[in-house]
T-cell receptor, first 110, second 112 residues
Framework: KQEVTQIPAALSVPEGENLVLNCSFT??????LQWFRQDPGKGLTSLLLIQSSQREQTSGRLNASLDKSSGRSTLYIAASQPGDSATYLCARVGTYKYIFGTGTRLKVLA | NAGVTQTPKFQVLKTGQSMTLQCAQD?????MSWYRQDPGMGLRLIHY???????DQGEVPNGYNVSRSTTEDFPLRLLSAAPSQTSVYFC???????????FGNGTRLTVT
């Protein structure tokens, strides 16, 4: 069974810290890897999409990397802010089938 | 540009009742999908569609039906609600599987 695992499940950091969220997947035959943010009571918002042929993508303070051979992706958040507090989910994308991890719940303390 | 719109936001059903969760998108996306989100289980794919008239099953399709008569709409039908279907349901769409996935704000369903 294809699985996506995210570690840690929860993380609490002081404002200003740089942090790394991890995502691992068992099947490397992917089209892309996507990272999402979910605020309480809301739907998911797409943050970054890394094509299978790419190694990383950047958007502002966010940088996501992809290593297909080891089945791993990381989301790097620079200079964290209280507004970054949310749950972050990754999804492995096959042929129209998205397999989601259970997410990392991030709290950035002011 | 409304994006992905889901209705209703909240719904309470009794066991055995049927209902339809509505989903509409105005981005001309070919791909649409339904997920349920349960604590500790993450999001699980129920059904998806790659275009009008084409649907397929996801990971947890039992107890749910879908149809796609137009590009814009992708309703999810619960035929006979069960307490195990208590969950938050999300509809999502994208241009194709190499484009970002856009989500609605969800429907919180409780079956008593």
């Amino acid at each position: 069974k294809q699985e996506v695992t995210q570690i840690p499940a929860a993380l609490s950091v002081p404002e200003g810290e740089n942090l790394v969220l991890n995502c691992s997947f068992t099947d490397s035959a992917i089209y892309n890897l996507q990272w999402f943010r979910q605020d309480p009571g809301k739907g998911l918002t797409s943050l970054l999409l890394i094509q299978s042929s790419q190694r990383e993508q950047t958007s502002g303070r966010l940088n996501a990397s992809l290593d297909k051979s080891s089945g791993r992706s990381t989301l790097y958040i620079a200079a964290s802010q209280p507004g970054d507090s949310a749950t972050y989910l990754c999804a492995r994308v096959g042929t129209y089938k998205y397999i989601f991890g259970t997410g990392t719940r991030l709290k950035v303390l002011a | 540009n409304a994006g992905v719109t889901q209705t209703p936001k909240f719904q309470v059903l009794k066991t055995g009742q049927s209902m339809t969760l509505q989903c509409a998108q105005d981005m001309n996306h070919e791909y649409m999908s339904w997920y349920r989100q349960d604590p500790g289980m993450g999001l699980r794919l129920i059904h998806y569609s790659v275009g009008a008239g084409i649907t397929d099953q996801g990971e947890v399709p039992n107890g749910y039906n879908v149809s796609r008569s137009t590009t814009e709409d992708f309703p999810l039908r619960l035929l006979s609600a069960a307490p195990s279907q208590t969950s938050v349901y999300f509809c999502a769409s994208s241009l194709d599987h190499n484009s970002p996935l856009h989500f609605g704000n969800g429907t919180r369903l409780t079956v008593t």
